[in-house]
């Protein structure tokens, strides 16, 4: 059963959410399965869902656990996300303490958090592959994180493929199966890559103008685009360039 089963918002009148389509109608979502995909087009509205949850947690919004406090000394005290004071969570058995907030966009500010706490501990770099991130490709430091933070509670995670090869996020599929196979961790992850959602048993949300639906990965624009471009790909690039323009 995953830590995180329910997830509800009234309808939103306020500021900029009323102008989010997918969820400004209010939402009623059971989850059933320790890994969910949050899928669309950017500005959809999936990285809006997933900071308020983080927020709900406890867990720092510019990424990582509880203890991770890279407000202080970040020029982000006080941000809040105003998604989060209408959020309603559901957990079983309690309100989920242990996990982790990852976005890809802050993942820079995230390993420079943890270089400073390293300058006066040096020890903490082992939980991280035992060697400053910033000395890691982005590829690598993101799996070092993954294999050696990863463990029991919910992990939120945005957009994780954007410092991951094919065959890296393969690797990070197998880190997500080790753990959410034993019940020990869920995972929700919005993304835009057609690999990741294809993890078996998975739930995937679609968020669009009509709101927040499930859906298969089959039916992801997601997948069908990228599955169609690369069976056939000149039919599309004959489409985009034209082959008579001055090269």
Not at 52 to 66: K, P
Not at 112 to 125: C, G, V
Not at 154 to 179: K, T
């Amino acid at each position: 059963m995953p830590l995180l089963s329910y997830i509800s918002l009234p309808p939103l009148h306020d500021g900029y959410l009323q102008n989010i389509p997918s969820l400004n109608k209010g939402l009623n979502l059971k989850l059933t399965t320790n890994v969910t995909f949050l899928v669309g087009e950017n500005g959809s509205g999936k990285s809006t869902l997933l900071e308020a949850i983080a927020e709900q947690c406890g867990f720092s919004l510019r990424g990582g656990n509880r203890n991770h406090n890279l407000e202080v000394g970040w020029r982000f005290e006080g941000y809040k996300t105003p998604l989060a004071r209408y959020l309603q969570l559901g957990f079983n058995p309690r309100r989920v303490t242990d996990g982790f907030f990852m976005r890809a966009e802050s993942f820079f500010n995230f390993a420079s958090y943890i270089d400073e706490l390293a300058q006066d501990d040096n020890r903490i770099l082992k939980a991280y592959g035992g060697r400053s991130l910033h000395e890691q490709s982005h590829g690598e430091s993101f799996l070092a994180l993954f294999n050696n933070q990863f463990e029991n509670g919910l992990y939120l995670l945005d957009e994780p493929e954007a410092a991951l090869s094919p065959a890296r996020i393969l690797a990070f599929m197998s880190v997500i199966n080790e753990l959410e196979r034993g019940g020990r961790a869920q995972f929700i992850i919005a993304t835009h890559s057609p690999m990741l959602i294809c993890y078996p048993g998975a739930t995937t949300l679609q968020f669009d103008n009509d709101g927040v639906r499930e859906t298969t990965y089959e039916d992801t624009e997601h997948y069908y685009l990228t599955k169609s471009f690369l069976n056939n790909p000149s039919t599309y690039l004959h489409h985009l360039i034209d082959p008579g323009e001055d090269k």
